[in-house]
């Protein structure tokens, strides 16, 4: 569960246009949203000048705007651009948000804590078919093992999965079949909803070890 | 014209409002303050309503209680093929959220009047609750969207279902539940907060207008 890792923080259609979603990573709250031109800006999730999350701020398009007292923070620099308290300065330059790593590949949005880490190595397709995320109030410890043992229903297409962990008690499990047969992907999506939600009353029911 | 009993943080009446805005149907308020000084509780109030509760609405005499109810009264009377459904599977589909609606006030609700109105609750139960309701009411939304649906129900325009929930998961954190695992109804709430007449209440915030091509 390494800070430099590259994770999973979001399935890419998780980020329509003018959304602002709310993530969390190893703990870390993150503001995550898509630009107009389709920059993806994974944030701290914390205005600078009173502290209230971004995530309930406003995407306009090219900057998020704070609920609060209307701070505006440009998407790729996360520079603030306006102060609503002092509209005739420029806000000072080292005024910028934390901004953290961000790829978007096979449907989902990965980031890492901490910068630099190396490229993200998988073996997946571009396009695989992306499954719902099952959030578990369990640390992800606890899921590896039952990930690891689990039977894919209608003997189809095993998942590739991912475990998100979100902090030190609970994570997110983001599957995807990396070729999914090209009739019925609706019905082979709900048969492995189903199964992870099963998977995830065992999990929670299981003392953390 | 209606009389409107309401009170200003109180979610049901919130849903009730949010159609009556939305239907631009004239109405007066009056408002009954829930919390603190428990105004619903006098016997003016009481000869009204004698569950004491809010919301209520008179109709030129038509007396009606209750959030689900209020909402179907107003919306088969004043947009019966919209925000009412008149087909049978659809009928059946509205009554489902409107009945999940009030287990979400019994839950998710609870919480909220807990933290804010100190009003006695089991809390983690509540909590237990709501995690449930909300987990399934996100895995639906998921799927909706997976079908190319906005709303809870099937259908191009949302119904009283969506207002129905809709006050108890944009106000769920008032309560100490966060909406941070909902992935699924974070969007769905942004798309309410896009409706036309959409109104905002205390602890209810706008979100950005849509992107224009």
Redesign the interface.
């Known amino acids: 569960m390494s800070a430099h890792a590259w994770h999973p923080i ?2 890419a ?2 980020l ?4 602002v ?4 990573l190893l703990g870390q ?1 993150l503001a995550v949203w898509r630009a ?1 031109d389709g920059f993806i800006n994974v944030w701290e999730n914390r205005c600078l000048h009173r502290g209230v999350r971004l995530s ?1 701020g ?4 090219q900057e998020l ?1 704070c ?1 609060y007292h209307g701070w505006r923070y440009a998407s790729r620099t996360a520079g603030c651009t306006y102060i609503p308290a002092h509209p005739e300065g420029a806000p000072a330059r080292r005024i910028a948000n934390r901004i953290f790593p961000v790829i978007e590949r096979h449907g989902l949005i990965w980031s890492a804590l901490e910068t630099s880490p190396d490229d993200l190595q998988t073996s997946l397709p571009p396009d695989p078919l992306v499954l ?2 099952i ?1 578990i ?1 369990a640390p992800a410890a606890i899921v590896e093992p039952l990930l690891a043992a689990y039977d894919p229903p209608g003997h189809g297409p095993r998942p590739i999965f991912f475990i998100q962990p979100t902090d030190s008690e ?1 994570c ?1 499990i983001r599957g995807v079949v990396p070729e999914p047969p090209p009739t019925g992907a ?1 019905a082979l ?2 048969l492995h ?1 189903a199964a992870l ?1 099963a998977l995830r009353d065992v999990a929670e029911q299981r003392p953390a070890a | 014209m209606i009389t409107f009993y309401e009170d200003a943080l109180c979610e049901n009446c919130y849903a009730v409002r949010l159609l009556l805005h939305m239907l631009a149907v004239p109405y007066t308020s009056h408002f009954i303050e829930l919390y603190p000084s428990r105004a619903n509780l006098q016997p003016r109030f009481r000869a009204i309503n004698p569950l004491a509760e809010l919301p209520v609405i008179d109709d030129d005499g038509v007396i009606i209680a209750g959030a689900a109810p209020i909402l179907v009264y107003l919306a088969a009377k004043h947009a019966p093929g919209t925000w009412y459904a008149t087909d049978t599977p659809a009928l059946a589909q509205v009554t489902h959220f409107l009945t999940l609606a009030e287990r979400l006030s019994a839950t998710v609700g609870a919480a909220r009047r807990h933290e804010s109105g100190f009003a006695p609750t089991d809390l983690p139960a509540a909590h237990t609750g709501a ?1 449930r309701l909300l987990r399934g009411l996100d ?1 639906h939304l ?2 909706a ?3 190319g649906n906005a709303w809870l129900l099937p259908t191009p325009h949302p119904t009283i279902a969506d207002l129905a929930c809709f006050p108890h998961v944009i106000l769920c954190e008032e309560g100490g539940i966060s ?5 699924a109804l ?2 769905w709430c ?1 798309r309410v907060k896009r409706l036309p007449n959409f109104l905002v209440m205390p602890g209810v ?7 224009t091509e």
């Open positions: 979001a399935a259609r998780d329509p246009p003018r959304h979603f709310h993530a969390k709250e107009d309930i406003l995407n306009e398009g705007k609920q719902r995320e959030a109030d609970s997110v609706l999506l709900r909803d939600c | 995690t895995a998921w799927f969207e997976q079908q909406r941070q695992p909902y992935p974070r969007r942004d915030f706008l979100t950005a207008p849509p992107k």
